[in-house]
């Protein structure tokens, strides 16, 4: 029992360090990959548009001068100067700023579902990357042991319980697998251009790697609950909003706009007559409404507002079909990863079991090498199968986690 509890721990602690590992890698891609940095600086973009919302018609200013100056009775009007000053409706500013915040939050939400894309892809890379170095090991172990097959042939030509032709197919297999194995490493070598340009790195920058990967007994449960806080359908919440900010900010619009002025116009002394007021300077305060009277145009914007909405809810409802049919998708591999590979585990098992058989037969001076090296394509074939199921299990938890969490 005590063995058993340290043989848990350790593998606790294993798989903890592993998925500290690949956290690190994703906050070092997310901090560093362009393509989040482009999505922030649009983010700072839509936030300086709330500070540009905050403004009010330019102030008109106006100077004329009389070149044939009208009488009055005080005297001549040599010009006339004049400032006025528009002024939207109240509250709409604040509509103006409550649009340009709508449409800053959606451009956040787009930052979270591009950071999760990466966290997304850089995961399902680095399960690729295991993958490829566990399929070397394996290349390697089977080489060896076909190595030990090879000394035993050489030993029973020797005696004459086996031809050299059983030599041969021992090499020629063993090639085969050299020939893998290299192939392998230039798989690697892509995937590892792949993941470190996923971090914004040298192409050939060192990557941690586990050397060993399982898959866990039991998975905690997996339910869409958590589906409709995924940010991609958020985006749809916040699109939705920023079309009713929209609507609220061209009601504002549509209303009046009052206008302050003042007129001033210098006046001169008259010098045939001498009334009250000679001379005396003009100064005339206006007030001005504009009222858009012919409002089509606000009319025709509010529907197409209207429109909108629904467009975004049904592109929702799309978005959620296709979110749940890849969650459901994801389980079923999920699923299958862990049921092909506790069968190939049975099947490794019976395979090592026959190896033991064979082996046993050569002590007692019989054996068949093409026995060995059907055996030994078995064994290959159920290792090779396992690492597969290990990475397809692990690149669907990423799948997972991407939909749910």
Known sequence: MKNTLIILCLLFVSAFAKAQQLQAYIDEAQSNNPDIQAFELRYNRAEEKVNEADWIPNTEISAGYFLSTPETRTGAQRARIGVKQMLPWFGTITARENYATSMADTEYVEIAIA???????????????????????????????????????????????????????LQIRQNEMQQKKEVLEEEFIAEQTVFNNLLNKEKNALITIPTEMNIPEIDSIKTLEGLALNPELLKYDKLYESVAQSELLNQREGLPTIGFGVDYLPVSERTDAFP?????????????????????RYKSISKQNELRQQEINLQKDERLNVLESAFAKAISQH?????????QAKNLKQAKDA??????????????????????????????????????????????????N
Do not use: C, H, W
Request: glycine share 2%; aromatic share 8%.
């Open 355 to 404: 190896e033991q058989i064979l082996i046993k037969n050569y002590e007692t001076g019989t054996i068949d090498f093409n026995d060995v090296l059907d055996i030994q394509e078995l064994q290959l074939k159920f290792e090779l199968n396992q690492v597969e199921s290990i990475q397809m299990y692990y690149i669907q938890s990423a799948l997972i986690n991407y939909l749910i």
């Open 335 to 343: 699923n299958q990863s862990r049921i092909a590979y506790n069968t």
């Open 115 to 169: 950071k999760r894309k990466l966290a997304l892809s850089v995961s399902q890379s680095y399960y690729r990357l295991y993958a490829i170095r566990a399929k070397q090991e394996v290349l390697e172990e089977n080489i060896q042991l076909l190595n030990t097959y090879e000394r035993l042939a050489l030993t029973s030509v020797e005696v004459g319980k086996a031809s050299a032709v059983d030599v041969l197919r």
């Open 276 to 296: 009250s007021d000679n001379g005396k300077d003009i100064l005339m305060p206006m007030v001005s409404v504009s009222i858009p009277i012919f409002n089509n």
